[in-house]
């Protein structure tokens, strides 16, 4: 039986790549330390920021929300709710955010994406054409920076963890996605259109937890008794990520803190370089919605447009 390091009591965690055994008292402890390492080490957040967190219902975002108000942050949480209705998985989703708001006495903001789009995600992405995952993103993205932009927010804060920002690294690798390799970074700083930002501006995101693996996140949250939702998306499953972090933790397995250094070496020595061989176009207003993009219609208004041609095209 492995003993904690710190204090010697029983052990409920063995980090192989640290050589760091740690009782339930002393991970929790750890585990902010880290998350606070990270901020400051990426200056992610500012003492004038109003940081917004992507809040999903899962154990990564809500161990992120209590986090940061553990850490003294005051991060309020915004729950876009995707209409994803098998196993009423956005619902119970939901209530377990509205749970935490209530535990941490932090704001939960709710956005329907059906009255934002018109239709929820999975509708969006049939009629779209496009996979679910790919239509969920995108519409996310948007409208957490919408919603950032129009509430005064300067930082958007997500629960990526290592496992999904080393599978992410992988399949872009795999396929020499250089627009996205040149993008992948713990922090992407706020982008504005126009002077001082006056016709629109992508709001500077975060990624708190890129130092941890999916089950460190899963027992920090587990420690401090934060309920989240269990199941999978229904529309993840057969996902290519899932595939690539399974192979990264058969890595992983042989050669403790290979997901570590497969990102972090990245981020320090390819991307920057990435970055500035492959500048990111020019942003200008989507002449559809006004947000900003790089194309003359954004993302998110093809899809609707799409859908919305579909629905036209089966009516009588």
């Not at 947000?291 to 859908?307: D, G, N």
Request: charged residues 25%; hydrophobic residues 40%; contains cysteine.
């Amino acid at each position: 039986m492995k003993r904690c390091l710190w204090c010697k009591q029983k052990a409920v965690i063995y980090m192989r790549e640290h050589r760091l055994a740690l009782c339930k008292d002393c991970y929790p402890k750890w585990f902010l330390r880290m998350t606070e390492r990270t901020i400051k080490e990426w200056r992610m957040i500012e003492p004038s920021d109003k940081v917004l967190v992507a809040v999903s219902g899962g154990k990564d975002s809500l161990g992120l929300w209590f986090a940061l108000t553990q850490l003294g942050y005051d991060a309020d949480g915004l729950y876009l709710d995707l209409g994803i209705s098998p196993g009423e998985y956005s619902e119970r989703s939901k209530e377990f955010a509205l749970q935490l708001s209530q535990r941490i006495q932090r704001p939960l903001h709710i956005v329907k994406v059906a009255d934002e789009m018109g239709k929820p995600v999975p509708d969006l992405a049939f009629a779209s054409n496009r996979e679910p995952c790919s239509a969920c993103g995108a519409v996310k993205r948007y409208l957490f920076n919408k919603f950032a932009v129009e509430n005064g927010y300067t930082v958007i804060a997500t629960g990526h963890n290592l496992d999904d920002e080393a599978a992410t690294l992988l399949g872009n690798v795999l396929r020499w996605q250089i627009g996205y390799l040149a993008r992948q970074a713990p922090v992407l700083p706020e982008r504005v259109l126009g002077v001082g930002g006056e016709q629109g501006r992508l709001v500077k995101r975060i990624k708190p937890f890129i130092r941890f693996t999916e089950k460190q996140v899963a027992l920090f949250t587990i420690l401090n008794r934060i309920p989240y939702i269990e199941q999978e998306c229904p529309f993840a499953v057969g996902a290519a990520s899932l595939f690539y972090k399974d192979l990264l933790n058969k890595i992983e397995e042989r050669s403790p803190g290979t997901k570590w250094v497969f990102y972090s070496q990245f981020v320090e020595q390819i991307q920057p370089l990435l970055d500035e061989k492959f500048p990111e176009p020019e942003l200008r207003p989507c002449t559809r919605c006004g947000m900003p993009t790089t194309a003359e219609v954004c993302s998110v208004c093809r899809i609707k447009e799409r859908a919305n041609k579909l629905v036209a095209e089966v009516k009588p």
